[in-house]
Every structure is written in structure tokens, then in C-alpha cells.
């Protein structure tokens, strides 16, 4: 095999072949199989999409009501699990316990490597099912409060939205919410996305790939930027505080949650989106501080990048903190809630990467020593 260069982090790296979703940076574009995310986002949903991920084409009428009933029929998790979660320290991050949860999936419907492209299918909507359950019931749990059933008369947006706060939400907000998940949805060779296939290469199950990709999640420089975008909008406090605030952030090479991107070159185009939604539901709150706190923010960035030649540009993360706050979530529900939504993805990566599999295996830079003479320990210093 020829040698390859060296790229730290894989930056740049093509490690597969794909054909779920592309994005392109420099433009600042992405398209689910093909079809591009604004137009996905004014007219479809999340259901949709997520059919769209995982069969590789949209559905015709039958075929997303039939996966509709789907996604409903499937929302209950097993019993031990509910039991277990009861169980979890309240302390534990939800994150931890969803991640827990999920490999918990594989231990009552026990995944074979004989197991065919369908029943994994079916496992994938499973999954994208009770994602949300798993996070409400423990969410309810740490809160303290009784878990709230899966409620079949709501969609998926809107049920998942009733079981964490106990209540329905309006059309509005549940539309909102959809939108939200279907742009979380997919986004290719992600640190994720990349970690699940990674795992699933190896031909381990889909329960265990998805946990590790739920694990990769976590980190904020991934999914938990947003919970750190909306602590650092909130406490800089006031458009007037921006200057100051950017100027120390800078000078301390603080990095600015929510900004800034791998791939994307110029702004994210689900940030785009956000923005819209965002300042739609501020002004019918009647509070867009942190809004405008966030786009002054973004126009230093872009003064200060443009004078040094760097892109550095808001990404997904940088305004859906401040949107799911007004929509009254909790930010430690952030990055799970990312994960309801990106399940999506990450299955269906899962499934496309087993027909034709090849396991991941980079090599590394040695940087240490070479034959070095053993010491024996009485000889040390
Ligand atoms: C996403 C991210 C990890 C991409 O990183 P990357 O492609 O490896 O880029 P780097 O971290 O190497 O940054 C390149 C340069 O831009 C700067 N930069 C990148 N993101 C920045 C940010 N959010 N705020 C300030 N500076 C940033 C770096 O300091 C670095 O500057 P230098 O060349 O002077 O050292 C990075 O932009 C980041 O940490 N962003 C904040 C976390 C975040 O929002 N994550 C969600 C991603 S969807």
C-alpha cells in the first residue's frame, strides 16, 4: 500500500466511501441523500428524514405512515431498563445514563453478526423510537418526578417534549422542536458518526456501535458546545458587554462555544436556520437580549477573522442553546437531545457501512523512543 501523509486528526483525511450526506464548506451547504437541508427543513420533518437516512429514499405516503406508526408503536423501552433508570444516582449525567441505556438495549434483544440488513433496519427505528424515552424518563427521574408515559396521539417531536416537561407543547413549539431535530439528524464523517462506524467495523452490534457514538457525543467540543454557547451568551449578559468580553476572550485564546468548524469554512447552514427560529421565538417572548448578544458576538468574530484571514463562522451549536431555553428545556438536556436526533445518522451510517464493511485501522506517528536497553528495577534510579 502507498504511503499516505500525515493529518493530525484525520483533518482532511477521505477514511470511506458514503452516500447519506455531503457537505459542502466552502459554500456552506449540506444535503441528507442528496436533497439539500433548507429545503428539507421548510418542507419536511424529522419522521421523514429519518426514513430518508435509513431506507436511502423519501417514502411514499403509505410508506411514512406505516413508518410513523412505526416510531409510535415503538416508543416504550423495556421494563428493566425503565427499573434500572429509577435506579441511576441523580447526580449522573444524562448523557452517562443514556449511553448506559443504550448498550442496556442489547441485552434483552440480543444482536448476531447472522442477523440480516432488515432486522437491523428495524433496530434502527427502534432505536430512533426510544431515544426519547430514554432521555425523558431519566430526566424525569433526576428531577425527581414521576416518568410520563409515551403519549401515541402526539408526533415524535411533540411527545418527546411531553414526557420530559409532563406536558403537551404548543403546534408552534413542537414544530419548532422538529425542525430542530431534523437539522441535528445527520452530518457525515462527524467525531460520532465516525466513532459508531468505527465500532460497528469491527462488526460489533448496533446497540454497542451506537452507545460509543452516544459516548463520542458527550465531549463539548462536539455535542456539548451548545450547553456552553448558552452559558457564555448568558454570562456576558448584555449587547454593551460584548466588546469587553471578546476582547479578554481573545487575549486568553478562549475559544468561543458554538463558533468555528472542521469542515464548514463559512456559516453553518443549520445555523442559518436556528437563527430564524431563534429570532422568531424571541420576539414572541418579547426578550431578544441573548439573541443580539450572540450576533454581536458573531460580528466581532467575523471582523477579527477577516482582518487575520481565518473562517471562523457560528456553527449549529451556537444558537440552539438559547433556542431550547426559550422552548423551556433544561441545558443539560442539550447534547442528549442531540442524540435523539442524530440516532438518525448514526444508524444509518451503520447499516450503509455493513454492506460493504472494512475495518478502520489508521496508523500513528511514532514520536518515542526505539530499542531502548531494559534496566532491571534494582538498577533504576
Ligand atoms: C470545532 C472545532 C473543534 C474545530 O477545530 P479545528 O478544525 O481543529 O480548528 P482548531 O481548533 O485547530 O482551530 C484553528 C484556529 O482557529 C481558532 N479557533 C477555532 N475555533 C475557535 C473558536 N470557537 N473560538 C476561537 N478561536 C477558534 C483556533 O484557536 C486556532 O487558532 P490558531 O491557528 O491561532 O491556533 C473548533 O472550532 C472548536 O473548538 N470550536 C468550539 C467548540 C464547538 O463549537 N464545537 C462544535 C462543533 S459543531
Given at each position: 500500500?502507498?504511503?499516505?501523509?500525515y493529518?493530525?486528526?484525520?483533518?482532511?483525511?477521505?477514511?470511506?466511501?458514503s452516500?447519506?450526506?455531503?457537505?459542502?464548506?466552502?459554500?456552506?451547504?449540506?444535503?441528507?441523500?442528496?436533497?439539500?437541508?433548507?429545503?428539507?427543513?421548510?418542507?419536511?420533518?424529522?419522521?421523514?428524514?429519518?426514513?430518508?437516512?435509513?431506507?436511502?429514499?423519501?417514502?411514499?405516503?403509505?410508506?411514512?405512515?406505516?413508518?410513523?406508526?412505526?416510531?409510535?408503536?415503538?416508543?416504550?423501552?423495556?421494563?428493566?431498563?425503565?427499573?434500572?433508570?429509577?435506579?441511576?444516582?441523580?447526580?449522573?449525567?444524562?448523557?452517562?445514563?443514556?449511553?448506559?441505556?443504550?448498550?442496556?438495549?442489547?441485552?434483552?434483544?440480543?444482536?448476531?453478526?447472522?442477523?440480516?440488513?432488515?432486522?437491523?433496519?428495524?433496530?434502527?427505528?427502534?432505536?430512533?423510537?426510544?431515544?426519547?424515552?430514554?432521555?425523558?424518563y431519566?430526566?424525569?427521574?433526576?428531577?425527581?418526578?414521576?416518568?410520563v408515559?409515551?403519549?401515541?396521539?402526539?408526533?415524535?417531536?411533540?411527545n418527546?417534549?411531553?414526557?420530559?416537561?409532563?406536558?403537551?407543547?404548543?403546534?408552534?413549539?413542537?414544530?419548532?422542536?422538529?425542525?430542530?431535530?431534523?437539522?441535528?439528524?445527520?452530518?457525515?464523517?462527524?467525531?460520532?458518526?465516525?466513532?459508531?462506524?468505527?465500532?460497528?467495523?469491527?462488526?460489533?452490534?448496533?446497540?454497542?456501535?451506537?452507545?460509543?457514538?452516544?459516548?463520542?457525543?458527550?465531549?463539548?467540543?462536539?455535542?456539548?458546545?451548545?450547553?456552553?454557547?448558552?452559558?457564555?451568551?448568558?454570562?456576558?449578559?448584555?449587547?454593551?458587554?460584548?466588546?469587553?468580553?471578546?476582547?479578554e476572550?481573545?487575549?486568553?485564546?478562549?475559544?468561543?462555544?458554538?463558533?468555528?468548524?472542521?469542515?464548514?469554512?463559512?456559516?453553518?447552514?443549520?445555523?442559518?436556520?436556528?437563527?430564524?427560529?431563534?429570532?422568531d421565538?424571541?420576539k414572541?417572548?418579547?426578550?431578544?437580549?441573548?439573541?443580539?448578544?450572540?450576533?454581536?458576538?458573531?460580528?466581532?468574530?467575523?471582523?477579527?477573522?477577516?482582518?487575520?484571514?481565518?473562517?471562523?463562522?457560528?456553527?449549529?451549536?451556537?444558537?440552539?442553546?438559547?433556542?431550547?431555553?426559550?422552548?423551556?428545556?433544561?441545558?443539560?438536556?442539550f447534547?442528549?437531545i442531540?442524540?435523539?436526533?442524530?440516532?438518525?445518522?448514526?444508524?444509518?451510517?451503520?447499516?450503509?457501512?455493513?454492506?460493504?464493511?472494512?475495518?478502520?485501522?489508521?496508523?500513528?506517528?511514532?514520536?518515542?523512543?526505539?530499542?531502548?536497553?531494559?534496566?532491571?528495577?534494582?538498577?533504576?534510579?
Amino acid at each position: 500500500m502507498a504511503e499516505v501523509s500525515y493529518a493530525r486528526g484525520l483533518a482532511g483525511v477521505i477514511a470511506d466511501e458514503s452516500k447519506i450526506c455531503v457537505i459542502d464548506g466552502v459554500k456552506g451547504e449540506l444535503y441528507y441523500m442528496g436533497y439539500p437541508i433548507q429545503e428539507l427543513a421548510e418542507k419536511s420533518n424529522f419522521t421523514e428524514a429519518s426514513y430518508l437516512l435509513i431506507y436511502g429514499k423519501l417514502p411514499s405516503k403509505t410508506q411514512l405512515e406505516n413508518f410513523r406508526a412505526e416510531l409510535t408503536k415503538n416508543r416504550e423501552i423495556p421494563k428493566f431498563i425503565e427499573e434500572t433508570i429509577k435506579k441511576f444516582p441523580k447526580k449522573t449525567h444524562p448523557m452517562t445514563a443514556l449511553q448506559t441505556c443504550v448498550a442496556m438495549l442489547g441485552m434483552e434483544d440480543i444482536p448476531s453478526e447472522k442477523d440480516s440488513r432488515e432486522t437491523n433496519q428495524k433496530r434502527s427505528v427502534k432505536l430512533i423510537a426510544q431515544f426519547p424515552t430514554l432521555v425523558a424518563y431519566f430526566a424525569r427521574h433526576r428531577e425527581g418526578k414521576d416518568i410520563v408515559k409515551p403519549n401515541s396521539d402526539l408526533c415524535h417531536a411533540a411527545n418527546f417534549l411531553y414526557m420530559l416537561n409532563g406536558e403537551a407543547p404548543t403546534d408552534e413549539i413542537a414544530k419548532m422542536f422538529d425542525t430542530c431535530l431534523l437539522l441535528h439528524a445527520e452530518h457525515t464523517f462527524n467525531a460520532s458518526t465516525f466513532t459508531g462506524r468505527v465500532v460497528a467495523a469491527t462488526l460489533a452490534d448496533l446497540y454497542t456501535s451506537v452507545s460509543a457514538a452516544t459516548g463520542a457525543l458527550f465531549g463539548p467540543l462536539h455535542g456539548g458546545a451548545n450547553e456552553k454557547a448558552l452559558e457564555m451568551a448568558k454570562s456576558i449578559g448584555s449587547v454593551d458587554n460584548v466588546d469587553k468580553w471578546f476582547d479578554e476572550a481573545m487575549a486568553s485564546k478562549t475559544k468561543i462555544m458554538g463558533m468555528g468548524h472542521r469542515v464548514y469554512k463559512t456559516i453553518d447552514p443549520r445555523a442559518k436556520i436556528l437563527k430564524g427560529l431563534l429570532l422568531d421565538l424571541s420576539k414572541k417572548a418579547g426578550n431578544t437580549n441573548q439573541l443580539e448578544v450572540l450576533d454581536k458576538l458573531a460580528e466581532k468574530m467575523a471582523e477579527k477573522v477577516k482582518a487575520e484571514g481565518k473562517e471562523i463562522w457560528p456553527n449549529v451549536d451556537y444558537f440552539s442553546g438559547t433556542l431550547y431555553e426559550l422552548m423551556g428545556i433544561d441545558s443539560i438536556y442539550f447534547t442528549p437531545i442531540f442524540a435523539v436526533a442524530r440516532v438518525a445518522g448514526w444508524s444509518a451510517h451503520i447499516l450503509e457501512l455493513w454492506t460493504d464493511n472494512k475495518l478502520y485501522r489508521p496508523k500513528c506517528l511514532y514520536t518515542g523512543d526505539i530499542d531502548l536497553k531494559y534496566v532491571d528495577i534494582a538498577d533504576r534510579a
